[in-house]
């Protein structure tokens, strides 16, 4: 029994540390990561490269049958959809007008405040709490295609509100390009292997999130350090605020719905939760379509990186007393 136990340890702290040590080894010597954010392969990035990966190993390694729609369950989806994707970015703007951010440190909060849910940590901690698993699925799944749509409009209005402007149909095509193609293609390629999964492709989207994260801090690395000290405890006090707020907001809509518990447990972890591939990879995009931002790209990164650190860290807490 122990051996399992470890293997299941292992795999969860593979992308915490990983990220750590690539934050670490970004700040204390910088050159390589830099030398890699350089490099162009056939004319693509090596971001855009990482960020295929990325999605064309998530959409093989999602299973498209355990995805379940009913009718009687529209007004949940609806409910989700406005929690995680319209008041969440209401949310990160409030925290970002009480704090008065730096641009660096707004950047990473309005990307991470528009992204949909986890793909995998809401339904793993779903289950780990007494959820419900299949409705998790579900909610995870309709999330991640709605905010497709919705990631350029919230985040465009977020940005806009700082000063920054943002071409939003360029930012939905490539969302598009870069996010549901290779997704699509990955499920395709599943459907041909019959659903076999490939334990190979385990850690690589993980890898890849580590390999950007350490490029944008390394390309970063002196406007990382000369950030003062203040800003890091604004920064702190936005992880207390941001998904605290959305559990509670989340836990209130789904009180009102016709829910039975495992349900409602489904309904606030998925919907307070947001996923860190999908909010590096906009932020990699969005650097991308305006080069003035990139200096801004590492910090911005590293805040996206905390705030999934602390979601994490909190929903595994709740969901370890409530499964006794």
């Not at 960020?51 to 609806?78: A, S």
Request: proline share 6%; with cysteine.
């Amino acid at each position: 029994m122990s051996q399992p136990g470890k293997r299941v340890s292992l795999k969860a702290l593979f992308l915490p540390v990983g990220l750590l040590v690539a934050v670490a080894f970004g700040l204390l010597y910088a050159k390589p990561g830099v030398a890699l954010f350089s490099t162009d392969l056939a004319g693509l990035s090596s971001k855009t490269i990482l960020i295929l990966l990325i999605f064309l190993v998530t959409g093989y390694g999602m299973d498209r049958d355990r995805f379940r729609f009913k009718k009687k369950l529209f007004v949940t989806l609806v409910a989700v959809v406005l929690v995680n994707l319209i008041v969440a970015p209401l949310v990160g703007l409030a925290v970002l007008r009480s704090f008065h951010f730096a641009s660096p440190l707004a950047l990473g909060l309005a990307a991470f405040a528009c992204v949909p849910t986890t793909l995998s940590s809401a339904i793993v901690i779903t289950r780990t709490a007494g959820g419900n698993p299949f409705l998790a699925v579900t909610m995870v799944t309709f999330l991640n295609l709605v905010g497709v749509f919705t990631i350029p409009l919230t985040l465009g209005w977020l940005l806009t509100t700082g000063g920054i402007e943002l071409d939003q149909w360029a930012m939905f095509q490539k969302i598009f390009l870069m996010v549901v193609v290779p997704m699509g293609i990955g499920i395709g390629i599943r459907r041909l292997f019959n659903g076999r999964p490939v334990w190979a492709l385990r850690h690589v989207p993980a890898t890849c999130i580590i390999l950007i994260v350490w490029m944008a801090v390394s390309r970063s690395r002196p406007e990382i350090l000369s950030i003062p000290g203040e800003m890091i405890w604004d920064l702190l006090a936005a992880v207390v605020l941001f998904h605290p707020i959305l559990l509670l907001i989340a836990w209130s809509v789904a009180k009102g719905l016709p829910l039975e518990r495992p349900d409602v447990t489904a309904f606030v972890f998925v919907g307070a939760e947001k996923t860190l591939p999908i909010s590096v990879s906009v932020l990699a995009l969005l650097v991308g379509a305006n080069p003035e931002l990139e200096m801004q790209l590492g910090m911005a990164t590293v805040t996206c990186v905390i705030l999934h650190f602390s979601q994490i860290m909190m929903d595994a807490s709740i969901a370890a007393k409530l499964s006794k």
